[in-house]
């Protein structure tokens, strides 16, 4: 690719010849997770979320086949097929939990992975496009991730599917028929349920083609690093594999040590009771909350309570989604030169607030919706925003970054107890 | 000022990230365990996988029927069902029984006497699935008016498989009798099939 | 360009969001949310200390026999066990014979159809039946429940939090009780309305069900057990566990097998991490 000092592939028996002759697909493996692709030798435990990311859409494709097998999209039935894949399909009850906790495990990875990204500046040119379509996968993500909760066809399902399909109401003029569309009815039923059921069996493979393409893009340029400095030359990096290969099996072992521990030991920690009764049209649970992943959005959506030109409604549904777009734009707001945060340090105490304040509106998002909460709704909500749209771009003009190492290696060695020319010379 | 690539970094030798150096048999057996314990992970998750498939416990717990067989007149016969495919149970007349016996068992294709086909003393009860032992037809003869086919038994419209008065393969593509299943009459009027 | 456009969209978005904590402060000063009897009174569920409860737990068969007894002759006269069959008795310890007799006794039959005239009919059910629910439908339900639909049990221990807990203390010797004095002085128009009944383990402290359970005593266990009030709590709780989660041995067995495996499996990857990076600084 574009390091110059990449392996080459060169297939030694005379059938691996053939076949790269014909159709290259080992090459294109070897050169986008093999040893033909150099990679920075600094990389941390954050750069791990990339692949378990990679793993968990896997899992959650196999385990989602098998129970497509078993599963009837069909208001009348849909809650007792997935009742008697629990009792009845061999090994039914490990293949839903796994799929259920699956969707948990990939959007926690996820979300270190877009954290990692924050940190440090993996956003910023020339990774631009890398950030883009890491987005639009996280978008695919939340549209299956929403679908697949309301074909168990709980209470918590049906009126996911009701309040969710119901912020298109809030659009003016045309916002009832968009809603009624969706549904393909006035309220969720069959119509919906098997819509729901065909595209969330659709958009897992559209995610895998847009992952194709992140890693794409992300070949182009290569993998960023904790130091965000270029890689300079061949003593920078080292190839994928077996280094990387061998770091990514440590990470995927913890990874399933707790997915297995979700999965056989709390299985419905992270589910809601309600969604163990079947849905029904005529009567709400009390306390409406959508998974957990959801949480922060659904506190933004919340916290809206004011009505100003537009309706509060409206503004709440706009918030939503702006806090999720806002993040197409990250590129070209962030305009400073220097990537990791850790040479930042105005504006890494600024991302810290943001974790706090995003773990935050997570706790509101799922609590009960009482003056005190609605206010740290509210407050965290203004950070959110203000943190993206006017702190990041102000602080990114007027901060000055410490200075950073001139190489990656330099930096490397310097961890480990070395002093480099270059220091010396800033220390004189 | 030199630049970083010029120096080798110091105790470090580059040609160290393509070749292994060290004595690599005994160091890389830890490699080759957590490959292989991969491996061992990976054909144990398939099992799950693969034997979902089988049928459910559902499934298997409705494997017994019961029939009321006291309407059936001899010459008569029934579709009943069991384990979701047909079944037949006939009353065969002392005619069919006689034309059943007749033929000489070691030219048949599947050699069955009749006795071997129904339970002691009810020798005129034919119980058998009605599905074709070629590809899964059900035969005709079963219904009132059917056709029987040349053997007076059942006949299979789809591949011309012709069964005779003991549900036996007599002519046609068919390589077996028609399946006899396991069952036991609870009285004289009542038959559990499985 | 876009980054005057963004601190402008920001500042919206923050103004609106200032606008509506204004209101919600001055609410919450001015109008402060009245506090509940719910709030108030409503108690988390005691814990019936199940066998099933933990990581290594499993179901005490005599247990949940016994708790079946008390489904079968106290619940089941009201509430449906739509999703559990009569075959799956045999994982709680029942032969394969005493099922068929407990599915052929069963004072409740399957609808079928009459073979000869096609008309609704009812037989008796067989090991492979659901348990039959006690009402034809949901409004046969609510007519013969004072309007009220007792729900379905087979996943009730899932369908609450703290199911199997909630379960023992709502039907256990002190879920039902008199309303207190101080609830009816503090929120005189809760005073619990006819036809319901006071529980505070119950999410609005009144319940339609009476109290199913009321003397000790009221069923008498084959297997010598005292039955005290508690006891059939209990019970029947661990019963409803079982009914809730029937794999829950498995799911732990496997469990422990995978987290040993993959422990193992995360020792040999870190050995190979570090045997892979021996000569490389990073």
């Keep these: ?428 | 000022m030199a630049t970083v690539e010029d120096q080798l970094p110091p105790g470090e030798d580059p040609a160290l990230l393509d070749e292994e150096v060290h004595d690599p048999r005994r160091r890389d057996f830890i490699n080759i365990a957590a490959v292989s314990f991969a491996g061992v992970g990976a054909v144990a998750i398939v099992l799950p996988l693969i034997n979902q498939m089988n049928p459910s416990a559902d499934v298997l717990a409705q494997s017994s029927t019961e029939i009321d067989i006291s309407k059936i007149a001899p010459g008569q016969a029934i579709k009943s069902s069991f384990r979701k495919q047909p079944l037949f149970v006939r009353n065969l007349t002392p005619a069919e029984i006689a034309a059943a016996d007749a033929v000489p068992v070691n030219t048949l294709r599947d050699p069955q006497t009749l006795e071997e086909r129904t339970k002691a003393g009810k020798k005129n009860w034919l119980i058998t699935l009605g599905v074709c032992t070629h590809l899964g037809c059900v035969p005709l003869g079963a219904g009132e008016g059917e056709n029987k086919g040349p053997f007076g038994g059942y006949f299979c419209p789809c591949h011309g498989s012709a069964y005779d008065t003991a549900g036996r393969i007599r002519q046609g593509p068919a390589p077996l009798n028609l399946h006899v299943p396991e069952y036991a009459f609870n009285s004289d009027t009542v038959v559990t099939v499985g | 360009m876009v980054r005057i456009i963004a601190i402008l969209v920001g500042a919206a978005f923050t103004f609106v969001l200032a606008l509506a904590l204004w209101g919600t402060v001055s609410t919450a000063i001015t109008d402060p949310a009245p506090e509940t009897a719910e709030h108030e009174f409503h108690l988390h569920p005691r814990d019936a200390g199940l066998s099933s409860a933990g990581f290594f737990g499993k179901y005490d068969r005599r247990q949940v026999q016994r708790g079946f007894q008390v489904f079968k002759e106290v619940c089941a006269a009201c509430h449906s066990l739509k999703y559990v069959s009569f075959r799956d008795l045999e994982e709680i310890g029942y032969s394969e014979a005493e099922v068929k007799a407990i599915a052929n006794q069963w004072v409740i039959e399957t609808p079928s159809v009459n073979p000869d005239t096609g008309e609704a009919a009812t037989r008796k059910n067989v090991a492979s039946d659901r348990f039959p629910s006690p009402f034809a439908n949901e409004v046969a339900a609510r007519a013969a429940n004072n309007n009220a639909l007792p729900p379905d049990l087979s996943l009730i221990a899932k369908a609450r939090h703290d199911g199997a807990n909630y379960v023992f203390s709502l039907v256990g010797k002190d879920g039902y009780r008199p309303q207190p004095a101080e609830l009816l002085k503090k929120f005189p128009e809760t005073k619990t309305p006819d036809g319901l009944h006071y529980n505070p383990y119950f999410a609005n402290l009144n319940i339609a069900m009476p109290p199913p359970l009321t003397t000790d005593g009221q069923v008498t266990y084959t297997d010598g057990t005292v039955a005290t009030h508690d006891q059939m709590a209990k019970d029947v709780a661990a019963f409803l566990t079982w009914t809730a989660e029937p794999k829950l041995e498995a799911r732990h067995a496997a469990g422990f097998a995978s987290v040993v495996f993959i422990l193992i499996f995360c020792f040999l990857a870190w050995g190979a991490y570090q045997n892979v990076w021996r000569d490389v600084k990073h």
């Excluded at chain 1, 926690?108 to 940190?119: C, P, S, T």
């Excluded at chain 1, 083609?209 to 070949?219: Q, S």
């Excluded at chain 1, 997915?259 to 419905?268: D, G, H, K, V, Y």
């Excluded at chain 1, 916290?303 to 309706?311: H, Q, V, Y």
Aim: aromatic letters at 14%; charged letters at 10%.
């Design chain 1, 1 to 428: 690719m574009s390091f110059p000092w990449a392996k080459q592939y060169e297939p030694k028996q005379p059938l691996m010849r053939w076949l790269d002759e014909k159709l290259p697909v080992p090459r294109l493996v070897y050169n986008a997770v093999g040893a033909g692709y150099p990679v920075p030798r600094n990389l941390n435990y954050f750069w791990n979320f990339g692949v378990l990311a990679g793993a968990a859409l896997g899992i959650q494709i196999i385990t989602g086949i098998v129970l497509a097998m078993h599963y009837a999209a069909n208001g009348g039935v849909a809650f007792g097929s997935v009742e008697s894949i629990m009792r009845d399909v061999n090994a039914g009850w490990f293949l839903r939990y796994a799929h259920a906790n699956g969707a948990s495990m990939f959007l926690l990875v996820v979300y270190i992975h877009i954290a990692r990204g924050l940190y440090y500046g993996s956003y910023k040119a020339p990774r631009e496009m890398v950030w883009l379509l890491g987005v639009v996968i996280f978008l695919l993500m939340m549209a299956t991730a929403f679908m697949g909760y309301v074909l168990p066809w709980g209470q918590m399902s049906f009126w996911g599917a009701q309040v969710i399909t119901g912020f298109f109401s809030a659009i003016p003029l045309v916002g009832e028929s968009i809603r009624i569309w969706l549904l393909g009815g006035y309220a969720p039923d069959n119509a919906a349920l098997n819509r729901f059921f065909s595209l969330h069996y659709l958009l897992p493979f559209v995610t895998a083609g847009v992952i194709i393409l992140h890693i794409w893009a992300l070949h182009i340029p290569g993998s960023n690093n904790p130091t965000g400095v270029d890689v300079k030359g061949k003593q920078d990096t080292v190839p994928f594999h077996p280094y990387y290969t061998a770091k990514d099996a440590v990470g995927l072992g913890v990874f399933l040590l707790i997915f297995a521990t979700l999965i056989f030991f709390s299985p419905n920690l992270l589910g809601h009771p309600d969604n163990y009764i079947e849905a029904n049209p005529l009567s709400t649970p009390a306390h409406i909350v959508p998974e957990w992943y959801f949480l922060p959005f659904y506190a933004i959506l919340k916290s809206f309570t004011a009505d100003f030109i537009l309706p509060a409604k409206l503004w709440g549904v706009l918030a939503m989604f702006g806090s999720i777009l806002l993040l197409f734009f990250l590129p070209w707001l962030d305009t400073s030169p220097v990537r990791s945060s850790n040479y930042r340090p105005k504006y890494r105490g600024f991302l810290i607030v943001l974790l706090v304040d995003v773990l935050l509106l997570g706790y509101v998002g799922g609590a009960e919706a009482n003056a005190r909460n609605v206010i740290l709704g509210q407050l965290a909500s203004a950070y959110y925003f203000l943190h993206f749209l006017v702190i990041l771009p102000l602080v990114s003009s007027s901060e000055r970054p410490r200075a950073l190492p001139n190489s990656i290696t330099e930096a490397v060695l310097t961890k480990h107890g070395g002093t480099s020319p270059a220091q010396t010379a800033l220390a004189n």
